[in-house]
């Protein structure tokens, strides 16, 4: 990416993203999603035994969480969840195993579970999700590697 200088003032209504790469590595079984900690940020979803990071409520404050894996899980399971009974994650995600399967959100789709193996979780996974509207998480950019026949890594859990 280039560079861009600014002779004036400049405003940014959503913060701005420094530095490259991952921006914060996570090992620990859980991780509660903040805005003010993560927005903009690359995490990097690092432990075999799998993650469940539980975003902040949607409001629409079009917030940007990606989540890159690092680390294949191979034991439970990477998970992606909303933080109330409320919120929704629209989208679709493509999901590569023998073959490569797009996939669409339920209606009431609130979790992403990736199990290192049909719904993805294979290092290089990725998921970007933004906070649109009070309620909603959309699915901005994404791809999961899986393996064998590969199944849906959405449902309603929450």
Do not use: E, M, R
């Given at each position: 990416m280039a560079n861009t200088t600014f002779?004036?003032?400049?405003t940014s209504t959503n913060g701005f993203i420094t530095g490259t790469g991952v921006n914060s590595t996570v090992t620990a079984s859980t991780l509660a999603v903040t805005s003010a900690d993560y927005n903009g940020q690359i995490i990097g979803l690092s432990r075999a035994a799998g993650i469940t990071a539980t975003l902040p409520a949607a409001t629409g404050t079009n917030?940007?969480?990606t989540f890159l894996?690092?680390?294949t899980v191979t034991s439970n399971s990477y998970k992606i969840q909303v933080a109330?009974?409320?919120d929704v994650i629209s989208?679709?995600?493509n999901v590569a195993g023998t073959t490569g399967t797009p996939f669409g959100t339920?209606?009431?789709s609130d979790t992403i579970t990736m199990n290192g193996t049909t719904t993805g979780g294979v290092a290089g996974s990725f998921v970007r999700l933004q906070d649109v509207a009070s309620g909603i998480f959309v699915i901005t950019?994404?791809?999961l590697?899986?393996?064998g026949t590969v199944a849906t890594p959405f449902s309603a859990a929450v």
């Open positions: 002779s004036g003032p400049v917030s940007v969480y894996i690092t680390t109330n009974a409320t989208g679709t995600l339920l209606p009431a950019g994404g791809g590697i899986g393996s």
